[in-house]
Nanobody, 124 residues
């Protein structure tokens, strides 16, 4: 029901900033909470950030809190992830996900729709 397309990933240097976008095509976008996950080569997919469908609450992984910011614009059917003070360990494919989640959730099982991912590479 919801199609998600991420964009904005690219090669950057440590300390740089980047903004990822996730465009949704479904009419019910505003009723879905959104999450960002990432997966580095050889590692498990990990939770990055969450935003409630109302936009009123957010949650972050400890590793990115204070550096990354998730936001959404329901009028544009788009969710964003602002990545600041990037580190080489942030290198991964970043995925946008949508789910009927009423409270912050770091579990991928609570998200029903996923984008194709966008590559973020941070060089030292």
């Amino acid at each position: 029901q919801v199609q998600l397309v991420e964009s904005g990933g690219r090669l950057v240097q440590a300390g740089d900033s980047l903004r990822l976008s996730c465009a949704a095509s479904g009419r019910t976008f505003s009723r879905y909470s959104m999450g960002w996950f990432r997966q580095a080569p050889g590692k498990e997919r990990e939770f990055v950030a969450f935003i409630h469908y109302s936009g009123g609450s957010t949650a972050y992984a400890d590793s990115v809190r204070g550096r990354f910011t998730i936001s959404r614009d329901n009028a544009k059917n788009t969710v964003y992830l602002q990545l600041n003070s990037l580190k080489p360990k942030d290198t991964a494919v970043y995925y946008c996900a949508a789910g009927r989640v009423g409270v912050p959730s770091s579990s991928a099982a609570n998200y029903d729709y996923w984008g194709q991912g966008t590559q973020v590479t941070v060089s030292s």
